[in-house]
């Protein structure tokens, strides 16, 4: 993020108390406050079961919000449906199934954009692959053969079809080989470079906090720690409960 977003500090989506769950009665998400500020990259890390996807679909209309509010550039969003979300300029990357196999990489990118008119989809295709000139490679192949990292390449590339201003990904590393996490962070990355303000929940903390401008650690449905990813990365309480080993990797 520049010196310039940072100084200004435009609060773009925030959560304030949330308090969310699936089932009646039981609330997942037990007072959650979060905020993401424009041109930010900001890391959402924690245990299994902490809550980490409740709170990104929570805030993209996907599970319901009990108490407590979710505003996107101060306008209040809480419990819009995921496709109005999509048209205030949120996209999410859910963690799983978040390609279609049989579709080749332009269909599933048109799939991103399918109310916009030709001509658009296909300059909004020509910027995805001029980020992405791998998915340009293969953009007639079926996604089901495409790698690991290709797929998360696509998925976000569908994502950023409708051209979001907030970002949401669910867990873009998982199940992918070392060499391949790397991959994925560095197209975070240039994502967040285009201008694009990122929430994105990591199980490999480290490498999260690493890339993050600021992260949350949540437990047990609520905020744990905050901070700049550094002061998270150096944090001896963050390292011994949530880090491990891993912090030196
Ligand atoms: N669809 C669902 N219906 C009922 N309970 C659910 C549902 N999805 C998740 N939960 C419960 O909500 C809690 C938090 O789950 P969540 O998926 O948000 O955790 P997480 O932090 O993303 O974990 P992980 O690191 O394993 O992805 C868990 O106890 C889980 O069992
Ligand atoms: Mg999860």
Redesign the pocket.
């Known amino acids: 993020m520049s010196e310039t977003t940072q100084s200004i500090k435009e609060l773009v989506l925030s959560s304030k108390d949330l308090v969310a ?3 009646p009665g ?1 609330d ?2 037990t007072g959650c406050n979060f905020d993401l500020f424009k041109g930010e990259l900001v890391g959402i890390i ?10 990104v ?1 929570s805030m993209f209309g996907l ?1 319901e919000v009990r108490s407590g509010t979710v505003e996107l550039m101060g306008e209040k969003i809480t419990n819009l449906a995921a496709h109005e979300l999509v048209k205030k300029g949120v996209g999410f990357v859910p ?1 799983n199934e978040n390609v279609f196999p049989s579709l080749t990489v332009a269909e599933n990118l048109e799939m991103g954009a399918y109310q916009l008119p030709k001509a658009e989809v296909t300059a909004r295709i020509r910027s995805i692959t001029d980020l992405f000139p791998r998915l340009g490679e293969r953009i007639k192949q079926r996604a089901g053969l495409l790698s690991g990292g290709e797929r998360q390449m696509l998925a976000m590339g569908r994502a950023l079809m409708m051209e979001p201003q907030v970002l949401l990904l ?2 873009p590393s998982a199940g992918l080989s070392p060499a391949l996490q790397v991959e994925v962070f560095e197209n975070v990355t240039s994502i967040n470079q285009t201008g694009v303000s990122i929430v994105m ?1 990591e ?1 490999n903390a480290t490498r999260c906090l690493k890339i993050s401008d600021r992260g949350y650690v ?1 437990d047990q ?1 609520k905020n744990a720690y905050d901070g700049t990813g550094q002061d998270l990365l150096n944090d001896p309480n963050v390292i011994k409960l949530y880090l491990g080993t891993l912090a030196q990797s």
């Not at 079961?49 to 709170?55: E, I, N, R």
């Open positions: 769950g699936y089932l039981v997942i998400l924690g245990p299994n079961g902490a809550g980490k996807s409740t709170l679909k599970v963690q669910d867990e929940v199980q949540l449905g």
